[in-house]
C-alpha cells in the first residue's frame, strides 16, 4: 500500500501569523533612498580605509615599544593612538604647507576657449595672452596650455618672455615650455639676453633648460658681449661657469682679432679664447 501523501498548502497570512516590520529593515530602505549608491560605496570605502589605519597604528605601536637604540629602548612612554594621530596630524599639515608655497600659475587673454576631456586637456589663450608660472612671465598672440595641470605652454606669434629672478629675456617665433621639467624650447628666429653676464645670443633653435642653467644653440648662432662677437652652427652656454663651446665652423672675432678652428672655447668672465684642431687666425695691432 502506496503512503499517503498529505495535501501541501500555503498558509494564508493574517494579522495575527503576520511578521512584525523590523524597524532597521526600514531604516535601512530609507537610506537606500536618500543615498545614492556611490556614495553608500564610497562610504563603506571609507571605513575599510580607517580601519586598515588603525592596524596600522596598532602595528607601529607594537614596533616603537619594541624597537632598541644602543643603550636605550623606547618603553618609557606609551605611543597611545592619540599621540600617532598627532603625529600623522603634523605630517599631513607639512604637506599642506609643502602645497601652499608650490609653483603658482595665472594667465589671462582676451578670449579662451579650451578642452578638459580626458587625455585631451587643452585651454587655448589668443589676443593678449600672458601666462605666468612662479618667476617666468610669457606673452605671445596665441598660448596653448596642455595636461591635467597645464604642465606644457606652447607659444606661438611675438613670443616674449622674462625669467625675473635669473634677469633672462627671450624673444622668438614660437616656444614649448615644460612646467615640469622647466625647459624651454625656441623656434624660430629666436633671441636669448642674459642681462646679469650682458650676453645676448641669436639662433634658430635655443634650448633654456632652467634647472641646471644650460643654454644649447643651433643654426646661425651668433653671441655679442662687449667688443666680441661670436658664430658657430652649434653652441653650449654654461651660465653658472660662464663658459662657452662653439663647434660647427666656430669663427670669434674679438675688437681686430679672428680667431678659427674646429672647436672653440670662450672663457666669458676673463675673455679668454681656447682654440682645437685646425686652428687659424689674424691679429692686429
Known amino acids: 500500500m502506496k503512503p499517503q501523501m498529505k495535501p501541501h498548502f500555503r498558509p494564508q497570512t493574517t494579522e495575527s501569523n503576520r511578521v512584525p516590520f523590523s524597524p532597521f529593515i526600514r531604516k535601512r530602505?530609507?537610506?537606500?533612498?536618500?543615498?545614492?549608491?556611490?556614495?553608500?560605496?564610497?562610504?563603506?570605502?571609507?571605513?575599510?580605509?580607517?580601519?586598515?589605519?588603525?592596524?596600522?597604528?596598532?602595528?607601529?605601536?607594537?614596533?616603537?615599544?619594541?624597537?632598541?637604540?644602543?643603550?636605550?629602548?623606547?618603553?618609557?612612554?606609551?605611543?597611545?593612538?592619540?599621540?600617532?594621530?598627532?603625529?600623522?596630524?603634523?605630517f599631513f599639515s607639512g604637506l599642506t604647507a609643502e602645497a601652499a608655497f608650490a609653483d603658482t600659475f595665472t594667465f589671462k587673454a582676451d578670449r579662451m576657449n579650451g578642452n578638459k576631456a580626458t587625455g585631451k586637456e587643452v585651454t587655448i589663450l589668443t589676443g593678449n595672452a600672458e601666462v605666468r608660472s612662479d618667476n617666468l612671465l610669457l606673452r605671445a598672440d596665441r598660448i596653448e596650455l596642455l595636461g591635467t595641470d597645464n604642465n606644457i605652454i606652447e607659444c606661438s606669434g611675438s613670443v616674449w618672455g622674462n625669467q625675473e629672478e635669473k634677469q633672462i629675456f627671450f624673444k622668438s617665433d614660437k616656444m614649448i615650455y615644460d612646467r615640469d621639467k622647466k625647459i624651454a624650447h625656441l623656434e624660430g628666429n629666436s633671441t636669448l639676453e642674459d642681462k646679469l653676464n650682458e650676453i645676448v645670443a641669436r639662433g634658430?633653435?635655443?634650448?633654456?633648460?632652467?634647472?641646471?642653467?644650460?643654454?644649447?644653440?643651433?643654426?646661425?648662432?651668433?653671441?655679442?658681449?662687449?667688443?666680441?662677437?661670436?658664430?658657430?652652427?652649434?653652441?653650449?652656454?654654461?651660465?653658472?661657469?660662464?663658459?662657452?663651446?662653439?663647434?660647427?665652423?666656430?669663427?670669434?672675432?674679438?675688437?681686430?682679432?679672428?680667431?678659427?678652428?674646429?672647436?672653440?672655447?670662450?672663457?666669458?668672465?676673463?675673455?679668454?679664447?681656447?682654440?682645437?684642431?685646425?686652428?687659424?687666425?689674424?691679429i692686429k695691432e
Open 29 to 90: 530602505s530609507l537610506i537606500n533612498r536618500l543615498i545614492p549608491r556611490r556614495k553608500l560605496v564610497c562610504l563603506s570605502a571609507a571605513g575599510s580605509l580607517i580601519r586598515a589605519f588603525q592596524k596600522a597604528a596598532g602595528f607601529l605601536t607594537f614596533f616603537v615599544r619594541k624597537l632598541k637604540f644602543s643603550n636605550y629602548t623606547i618603553l618609557k612612554r606609551e605611543f597611545t593612538m592619540k599621540k600617532l594621530f598627532v603625529l600623522f596630524y603634523i
Open 204 to 282: 634658430r633653435y635655443i634650448e633654456y633648460d632652467e634647472n641646471a642653467e644650460i643654454t644649447v644653440f643651433q643654426i646661425s648662432v651668433r653671441l655679442f658681449k662687449d667688443n666680441m662677437v661670436c658664430r658657430s652652427e652649434y653652441a653650449v652656454y654654461r651660465r653658472d661657469e660662464k663658459l662657452l663651446d662653439l663647434s660647427g665652423f666656430p669663427v670669434v672675432y674679438k675688437k681686430n682679432d679672428e680667431f678659427r678652428a674646429d672647436r672653440i672655447r670662450v672663457d666669458l668672465d676673463t675673455d679668454d679664447v681656447i682654440m682645437e684642431g685646425s686652428v687659424a687666425g689674424s
